[in-house]
């Protein structure tokens, strides 16, 4: 069996500060890991810490600019036991991805939309919970009762079989 790591986050950034305030949701970015410690990150968000307008497939770094700006970033993290075919799947999906990064943008359009339930998608356009949501249904982990690219980040939260190990600050 192999391991991967759930993470609801909470950055304290502009964007995610009126997410919080939209939804209502106290972890308001997902981001999922193939290591216990966490230290990267692969997610839907900005690929450089001072633009919100370049954003796409992220790898997020605990020791990064970014987590040193947002050093008050909140998290909570679940650990989710998988088969090594299931582990296999993940890493492929994620590798794909980071090999084709320019291609994945983050979907600005589509987000508010979806938000509302209206199914607006576009082809490799994604935000941070479609991303995990994506990923899990893809490696055959987790199956959602509703599509993807209409999962929030506090649907996350109570999976059973997902193991809460962490919850506080992100940078220690």
């Known amino acids: 069996m192999k391991k991967i790591y759930i993470l609801l986050m909470h950055t304290n950034t502009i964007p995610s500060k009126i ?14 890991s193939l290591e ?6 692969y997610s839907f968000g900005r690929r450089k810490f001072n ?12 020791n990064g600019e970014f987590f040193k700006k947002f050093k008050n970033t909140r998290c909570k993290i679940y650990e989710v036991e ?5 582990y296999k799947k ?6 794909q991805m980071a090999q084709n990064m320019d291609k994945y943008k983050y979907d600005y359009i ?21 991303f995990v949501a994506y990923v899990l249904e893809k490696a055959k982990i ?9 999962i929030k980040p506090k649907d996350f939260e109570n ?3 997902f193991k809460k190990i962490y919850e506080g600050k992100y940078s220690q």
């Open 36 to 41: 216990k410690e966490c230290n990267t990150i």
């Open 19 to 32: 997410i919080k305030a939209a939804t209502k949701y106290r972890y308001t970015h997902v981001g999922i």
């Open 159 to 161: 999976i059973e079989g």
């Open 90 to 95: 993940v890493q492929k999906t994620i590798e």
């Open 110 to 130: 589509g987000i508010v939309p979806r938000f509302l339930g209206i199914p607006l998608i576009f082809k490799n356009r994604y935000v941070c919970s479609y």
């Open 82 to 86: 998988i088969t090594e075919e299931q």
């Open 51 to 62: 633009s919100i307008l370049n954003a796409g497939f992220s790898i997020e770094l605990r």
């Open 142 to 150: 987790h199956k959602f009762n509703k599509k993807p690219y209409f």
